[in-house]
């Protein structure tokens, strides 16, 4: 099932939102009904707010004063978050045995007012925020809900900032404007990235990716979308996994690259990259198929040292690629050292660039890019080789180490870590 956190200030439109979704077909878990409903009288939840924060929290007819606890506790970080800890852990419980009765295929979207703050999205597929300028939402604050400014206000200032909730999000729904607008947002977002990925998911299978090469400008948010992924991707798979790395063109600042995020997991070996196939798989990361190693260059030719397993992101909306290496082998040092170099050089980042953008015009009618990157081999062999060589042994330049990995400890740097692997299809 695809997984969706569903998030958004107060008075930002999230509901309007998880009702058009609903329609749509998603399965809605919604975090402010079950954090009612694990107050009801009687409950175990109940007991513990009356007993942290006393009975008159309690109405006449013994059932929970909300508007009286909310006075109580919003303005006060202690006991806002004496409160969280009761109701937080029960609404999870509760949401989890919700979403696991979902059926295969479904869209399971979770709406959950604090999502940023408690730290769960890396635990979704994908993370939507609902967003409103502060204004905005204090003005509907004051016409739906008879508050006043400094209650508004007040109300804001106990969730995240805008600034953070924005930065956690993969899809951003602007409710600034007519309620008809964010409903066609919404409509579109469902037709265009959530049913296909999660019909991706249920078969497995990697978003299509058609056409030749589309260099784009440098996109600053490009290693905050990385770091999301990278986090998610370590929620999935805790086991075997011994890092994950932005590596490519868009983990190098200012340097033009086709929009597709590369990250590099490391393994201790290729028995590992099987063992993770299928949590990748239910992550979102199918296995491409057929593609088992790098292709060896001269400086290193035994192929048995060029194994990898390469992945890539069933979500239409965000091409990704997850290879998987060995630590200490020649692709995997090869990719840490070639970004890291392209970071340090600017003359190198231009040429590269211009590279590109000469293959690019090559491969523009292409369905595909693998032209495009077969081209590039004899410039990574020809001129980057020796230019990242130099620049290591000036450096002294080594790529990580682990220590309960001797692969990865005994790979070495040098020239031959700089020459020994190539991009494949790392760099883009």
């Known amino acids: 099932m695809l997984k969706i956190g569903l998030t958004g200030g107060i008075a930002a439109g999230k509901s309007m939102v998880a009702a058009r979704l609903r329609e749509l077909g998603a399965v809605l878990v919604d975090a402010d009904a079950l954090a009612r409903e694990v107050v009801e009288p009687g409950t175990v939840g109940l007991a513990r707010v009356v007993e942290t924060f006393g009975a008159a929290v309690l109405t006449a007819d013994g059932r929970l004063d909300r508007p009286g606890l909310g006075a109580l506790v919003f303005g006060n970080a202690e006991r806002l978050a004496a409160l969280n800890g009761i109701i937080h852990p029960l609404v999870r419980e509760r949401a989890a045995a919700l979403v696991a009765a979902a059926p295969a295929g479904a869209v399971v979207v979770q709406d959950i007012p604090l999502l940023v703050e408690t730290g769960q999205g890396k635990s979704f597929h994908l993370v939507?925020?609902?967003?409103?300028?502060?204004?905005?939402?204090?003005?509907?604050?004051a016409d739906h809900r008879r508050m006043s400014t400094d209650e508004a206000r007040a109300r804001m200032n106990a969730q995240a900032s805008r600034e953070d909730r924005l930065a956690a999000a993969d899809v951003v729904l602007d409710n600034s404007g007519a309620p008809e607008q964010l409903r066609h947002a919404v409509d579109a977002l469902w037709e265009e990235r959530l049913a296909p990925f999660a019909l991706n998911l249920k078969e497995q299978r990697i978003a299509p990716r058609t056409g030749g090469p589309v260099l784009t400008a440098a996109d600053p948010e490009w290693p905050a979308q990385a770091g999301r992924l990278i986090a998610r991707l370590r929620t999935?798979?805790?086991?075997?996994?011994?890092?994950?790395?932005?590596?490519?063109?868009?983990?190098?600042p200012d340097l033009d690259a086709k929009d597709v995020i590369d990250l590099q997991l490391s393994v201790r070996d290729l028995d590992a990259a099987d063992r993770l196939a299928p949590l990748l798989a239910d992550a979102g990361f199918p296995r491409w198929p057929g593609i088992i190693a790098d292709k060896?260059?001269?400086?290193?030719?035994?192929?048995?040292?060029?194994?990898?397993?390469?992945?890539?992101?069933?979500d239409?909306?965000?091409?990704?690629?997850?290879?998987?290496?060995?630590?200490?082998?020649?692709?995997?040092?090869?990719?840490?050292?070639?970004?890291?170099?392209?970071?340090?050089?600017?003359?190198?980042?231009?040429?590269?660039?211009?590279?590109?953008?000469?293959?690019?015009?090559?491969?523009?009618?292409?369905?595909?890019?693998?032209?495009?990157?077969?081209?590039?081999e004899t410039w990574f062999t020809?001129?980057?080789?020796?230019?990242?060589?130099?620049?290591?042994?000036?450096?002294?330049?080594?790529?990580?180490?682990?220590a309960d990995d001797a692969g990865a400890t005994d790979g070495g740097t040098g020239t031959d870590g700089g020459t020994a692997a190539g991009p494949g299809t790392a760099q883009s």
């Open 236 to 252: 999935a798979i805790p086991q075997d996994v011994l890092a994950l790395d932005h590596i490519g063109s868009t983990a190098v």
């Open 382 to 402: 020809d001129y980057a080789a020796p230019r990242m060589d130099a620049w290591v042994l000036r450096t002294g330049w080594q790529p990580p180490s682990y």
């Open 316 to 376: 239409p909306g965000r091409p990704v690629n997850v290879h998987i290496r060995p630590a200490g082998s020649p692709g995997w040092r090869y990719a840490l050292c070639f970004r890291d170099w392209l970071r340090a050089d600017a003359g190198a980042r231009a040429d590269y660039v211009a590279e590109k953008r000469r293959v690019a015009g090559l491969h523009g009618v292409d369905k595909s890019t693998a032209g495009y990157a077969a081209d590039k």
């Open 128 to 141: 939507i925020v609902v967003d409103a300028p502060d204004d905005v939402r204090v003005r509907r604050m």
């Open 296 to 314: 060896p260059k001269p400086s290193h030719p035994d192929p048995a040292d060029w194994g990898k397993r390469l992945h890539g992101n069933a």
